[in-house]
């Protein structure tokens, strides 16, 4: 009996590209959620994300919901908006993006959208082709969740570095451990069933 293999990512790493020209592929892709676009002073990643890259960021992006709703804090989503910072020449666009408390996004005349996000989730299935975390932090994302090797990490921005920590800032009672528990217990649950547990775990820490 056939079996059907999910596709792997495709990315390739160009060098030598304008700022001009990243915005005009910017704009040509407009209508591909699927691709993403990393740029770091003239090195561009385009990354086409798969099955199994696109599974755990929406169950994360799930569990911050699910968490925030039952501790009632409140927030506001922008999934894959582009952050992009001209004078610093880099962009991105995260997994998943998230403002705590949800703060009113602004597009101005450059399409620069701020503030930044407080937090983004980055899935990691291949081994990018840029550097990251200096393009993130040059535009001031405040957390980042980066799930790699089916774990999860949490890191703060400090100064214009990322540390390591061991509880989200955006929602203190999570750790990488339970977050990544709850990865992997959505593997053998449905969706209702794994954010009524989620649910229910949230609610004794109120």
């Known amino acids: 009996m056939a079996t059907l293999t999910p596709p792997v990512e495709r990315q390739v790493l160009l060098h030598g590209v304008s700022w001009e020209t990243y915005e005009r ?11 993403h676009f990393y740029f ?9 994300v798969s099955l199994r890259h696109e599974e755990p960021n929406r169950d994360l992006a799930m569990l911050v919901q699910l968490v ?31 403002f705590f408390p949800p703060k009113r996004a602004a ?64 929602l203190p009672p999570l750790t990488p451990t339970i977050a990544t528990r709850f990865l992997e217990e959505r593997s053998h649950m449905d969706s209702t069933e794994w954010a009524r547990h989620i649910r229910d775990w949230a609610r004794q820490l109120r």
């Open 25 to 35: 592929l910017l704009n040509e892709h407009q209508r591909s959620p699927g691709t």
């Open 40 to 48: 770091d002073e003239g090195e561009l990643e385009i990354m086409v």
């Open 68 to 98: 925030s709703i039952e501790l009632d804090i409140a927030f506001r989503q922008l999934g894959s908006t582009t952050f992009k910072r001209q004078r610093h020449q880099k962009g991105f666009e995260p997994d998943s993006a998230f």
């Open 107 to 170: 597009e101005d005349a450059a399409g620069e959208v701020t503030p930044a996000p407080d937090l983004i989730i980055e899935v990691e299935i291949t081994t990018p082709a840029l550097e990251r975390f200096p393009i993130f932090a040059a535009v001031g994302v405040r957390e980042i969740w980066r799930y790699a090797d089916s774990r999860l990490t949490f890191y703060r921005l400090d100064g214009q570095q990322y540390v390591e920590i061991n509880s989200s800032i955006a």
